[in-house]
């Protein structure tokens, strides 16, 4: 499972997330978690497409 987290999301915060990702984690799930310092400039926006992309490739 993929997580993507913007690390300035102000609905979503990161906290949050990093809780969800430790309890699926204690259950045995590999999940892959991906902080975003930036989520929505372009240049950011094209690392972040990558990682998804590798994420894929990978299943």
Do not use: T
Request: charge should be positive.
């Amino acid at each position: 499972m993929l997580i993507v987290q913007g690390a300035n999301d102000p609905r979503v915060v990161k906290e949050e997330s990093d809780q969800v990702v430790d309890k699926l984690r204690a259950w045995g799930r590999n999940i892959e978690y991906l902080v975003m310092e930036i989520f929505s400039k372009k240049k950011k926006k094209r690392k972040q497409n990558k990682s998804v992309q590798h994420h894929f490739q990978l299943l």
